[in-house]
């Protein structure tokens, strides 16, 4: 009977420390994967703002080319873009506009 007892009680001490350490490493699995969850986010968000400021900075450049010379901007974008994709196998996405970037960024906020 006494030795049930201890048992019991050992078998019980022991379910609560395997608990315990259970539930310590679930919970900081989740703190590191919140971390890296927070750290890709930023990445993002980060190279979303960079092409929206891409698109706004070649729309300048191409507006101020085409006030320099004979050529409508959207004639200069088009060649720069060509070149882009034949000389250095660089192609911008379709989704790769400014509109939808700020679109995602405010999902990503």
Do not use: I
Not at 30 to 47: H, P, V, Y
């Amino acid at each position: 009977m006494m030795h049930e007892n201890a048992l019991l009680e050992l078998a019980s001490h022991a379910d609560v420390l395997f608990g315990s350490f259970a539930t310590g490493f679930f919970a900081w699995l989740l703190a590191r994967d919140q971390k890296r969850f927070r750290s890709m986010r930023k990445t993002c968000t980060n190279a979303l703002k960079d092409v929206a400021t891409y698109h706004r900075l070649e729309a300048e450049y191409v507006s101020e080319l085409a006030h320099l010379s004979e050529k409508p901007a959207e004639t200069w974008k088009k060649e720069k873009r060509r070149l882009l994709r034949e000389e250095f196998d660089l192609d911008l996405s379709s989704d790769a506009t400014e509109t939808s970037a700020f679109r995602k960024l405010k999902t990503l906020e």
